[in-house]
């Protein structure tokens, strides 16, 4: 009985491999279901073996593990079929040819570690009340290289520039300078203190550009959740014909239709988020929610961008990037839509993971894309 009482509850949370999580923790626990997927299978595996030893129920608890195995390995079967479509698309959507000895997906890679590279942190901006600072990776790549502007996400309210560090490592061990920032955050500041912020740390690395090793005609800039925000708004608006491409890692594009549609609040009171950084309801100040909404500000000269989104996302609904994707297409921006369906919200936390390592070479393949071109031994 012990046996499948264990086996059904694997089930139920296999699940999330499939389904949309409804509460806060089980939308962490989707993380992992879905991108540490091969430790619940591992345990599924060894629940079904125990079946040898016991009678009672034994092929009940067979069949639904069984199924809930199958569940939990969906991920890696699924990062396969996008795997095996995604240098091609890739290619067609840039007009390139990617390096074909990098594969999108490994199933080995799921078990490996990742790098760590050195960074030192550096004040970039000083105001009258406070002061900003970045994390550096410098590129492993001797010479001037192109420089990744990283802004983390948290809400606009919470996080630091330390927040997933290790695509940070990654990207410098494949010849990028990488500068993650912190930025002003809600309800003391809001929209566009953390645009100026981003603005004011490429006016810094510019300026220090020849001690940094930084291409200053090679700026990307890339961010997640509400840092893509951040992020694809300074790319679009700020108009800096440095900025060679935007990388948006589940991204809010339409802050009017963001706030129409509220989130479940069992996850997060959207709404409330959007007013502490915005400055209040729609309601009352419906011209900032057009003014930081970056979908507005896209046209034929919009920098190449990259949109990267788990269909089963519970904070920032896949709608963002569908509606951003299309206002690309109408402009003729080179772009590419990476969906992954089993993905949720900060999939990405395991680099390694099915989502992880279809992102992480989406990432690689873009900057490779866009700035000149990387021989990595």
Known sequence: MTRLIFIVLLFFISLLAIFRAFEYHLWLLAIGVTEFCWVFAAITIVLLLTGFWVSKYQMTGTVIGMIALILFLSPIARAYMIAGILRENFDM?????????????????????????????????????????????????????????????????????????????????????????????????????????????????RAHAGELHIDTDSFILLGRSAGAQIALLAAY??????????????????????????????????????????????????QKYFDCSPLVYVDKNSPPTLIIHGDNDVLVAPEHSRRLNEKLQQNGVKHYWLQIPWATHGFDFNLNGPGGQLSTYAVLQFLNAICPPITVS
């Open 237 to 286: 608006a700020l108009h800096d014909k440095s900025i060679k491409g935007v990388i948006d890692f589940y991204g809010p594009a339409d802050m009017v239709w963001g706030y129409a549609i509220r989130s479940n609040p069992l996850i997060m009171d959207s709404r409330k988020v959007m007013e502490n950084y915005i400055g209040g309801p729609y309601a009352k100040v419906p």
């Open 93 to 205: 959507a840039f007009n390139i040819h990617t390096d074909s000895t990098t594969a999108p997906f490994s199933f080995f890679k799921l078990f490996t570690g990742t790098v760590k590279v050195p960074y030192r942190t550096i004040t970039y901006v000083k105001y009258a009340d406070n002061s900003m600072s970045l994390d550096f990776y410098p590129s492993e790549i001797a010479g001037k290289r192109p420089c990744v502007i990283v802004v983390h996400g948290g809400s606009w309210a919470g996080g630091d520039s330390r927040q997933l560090p290790e695509l940070n490592s990654y990207l410098a061990t494949k010849g990028f300078n990488v500068a993650s920032i912190n930025y002003r955050m809600a309800p003391k500041w809001q929209t566009p203190a953390p645009v100026e912020d981003v603005a004011n740390a490429l006016k810094y690395v």
